[in-house]
C-alpha cells in the first residue's frame, strides 16, 4: 500500500502540491488524473523517492521514504517498475540493451533468459524484432512503449506509469490499456497510472483519484467517481476543456 499524508511540495515559489492526501489500494489499479501541470508528474515522484516532501509523508509498505539513505533508497526502488512520461530510455544503447539493464542490475539472469524476457515484453507492446535498433531511429510512439517494456522487464511489486498511452493512436491505447491489465493479472500488482483520457481511464481504473489545484479534489471507485458532483471532475467526465468565467483554466489535454 502507497500512502500521501499531507504532501506539500514548492519548486522555488511555485507551490505545487498543497497537502496531497492519497491511498493508493494494493494489488489493485489506481488512476490519477487531473489538469496538466497541476502536479500529477511530481506526485508519483514522490512515491518512488525521486522527489521528497517539503512537509508530509510517503509511506509505502509502512516505510517512510523520507528516513531511507542512498543505499536504502537503492534497495527500495528495486519495487517499483517506472514508465517516465518521457521514455528516458538511454539513447546511446540498443533497445536490448535498455531492456536488459534493469536484468543485468539485478542480477542471477542468464543472457539467454535475458534474451527471452526482453523478446516477451517487446512483443508485449506490439514491437518485435526491434532489438538492434537506437531509440533515435524510433518514433514517439514506439520510444514510449519501449519505456513500458523496460519498467515490466523485472515484473515489480508496483509499477507507476505516467501518461503511458498519451500520443498513441487508439489501437495501440486499447493494447497498452489491456497489458496493463495482464500484468494485473499475473501477479497482484500494484499500479499507479497518470492519464487523461476519459475511456482508458473507466476500462482500467479500480479507483479514480482527480488532483486539482495541488490537492486530490475527489478519489473512489469508478462509479463513485462518475456521480461526483465536482465541477473540475464533471467537465473532466464530458471531456470539455473550456472553463467557465472564473474557473481555473482547463488545459487541452483534458479534452
Ligand atoms: N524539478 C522541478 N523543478 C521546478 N519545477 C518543477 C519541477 N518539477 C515540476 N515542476 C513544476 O511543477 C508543476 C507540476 O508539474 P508536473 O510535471 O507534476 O505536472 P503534471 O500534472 O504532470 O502535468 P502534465 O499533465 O502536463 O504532465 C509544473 O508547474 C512544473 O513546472
Ligand atoms: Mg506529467
Do not use: C, W
Not at 146 to 160: D, E, S, T, Y
Not at 195 to 220: C, K, N, P, W, Y
Amino acid at each position: 500500500m502507497i500512502e500521501l499524508a499531507e504532501v506539500h511540495k514548492s519548486f522555488g515559489r511555485q507551490h505545487v502540491l498543497r497537502g496531497v492526501t492519497l491511498t493508493i489500494p494494493p494489488g489493485k489499479i489506481t488512476v490519477i488524473i487531473g489538469p496538466s501541470g497541476t502536479g500529477k508528474s511530481v506526485t508519483l515522484r514522490h512515491m518512488i523517492g525521486l522527489t521528497q516532501p517539503d512537509r508530509g509523508r510517503v509511506l509505502v509498505d509502512g516505510i517512510n521514504v523520507a528516513t531511507l539513505d542512498r543505499r536504502g533508497l537503492t534497495q527500495f526502488r528495486r519495487r517499483f517498475g517506472m514508465v517516465f512520461q518521457h521514455a528516458a530510455l538511454f539513447d546511446s544503447m540498443t533497445v536490448y540493451e535498455n531492456l536488459a539493464f534493469p536484468l543485468r542490475e539485478d542480477g542471477g539472469h542468464t543472457e539467454a533468459a535475458i534474451r527471452t524476457r526482453v523478446r516477451e515484453r517487446l512483443q508485449a507492446v506490439g514491437l518485435s524484432g526491434i532489438e538492434e535498433k537506437m531509440p533515435s531511429e524510433l518514433s514517439g510512439g514506439m520510444r514510449k512503449r519501449v519505456g513500458i517494456a523496460r519498467a515490466l522487464v523485472l515484473q515489480p511489486a508496483i509499477l507507476l506509469y505516467d501518461e503511458p498511452t498519451t500520443g498513441l493512436d487508439p489501437l495501440m491505447t486499447d493494447a497498452i490499456d489491456k497489458l496493463i491489465m495482464a500484468m494485473q493479472h499475473e501477479r497482484p500488482i500494484t499500479s499507479v497510472v497518470i492519464s487523461h483520457d476519459v475511456e482508458s481511464t473507466f476500462r482500467i481504473a479500480d479507483q479514480i483519484a482527480m488532483l486539482s489545484g495541488g490537492r486530490i479534489v475527489e478519489a473512489g471507485a469508478p462509479e463513485t467517481f462518475r456521480r461526483s458532483g465536482h465541477p473540475i471532475v464533471r467537465r473532466f467526465l464530458e471531456g470539455r476543456s473550456e472553463g467557465t468565467p472564473g474557473d481555473p483554466a482547463i488545459d487541452e489535454t483534458m479534452r
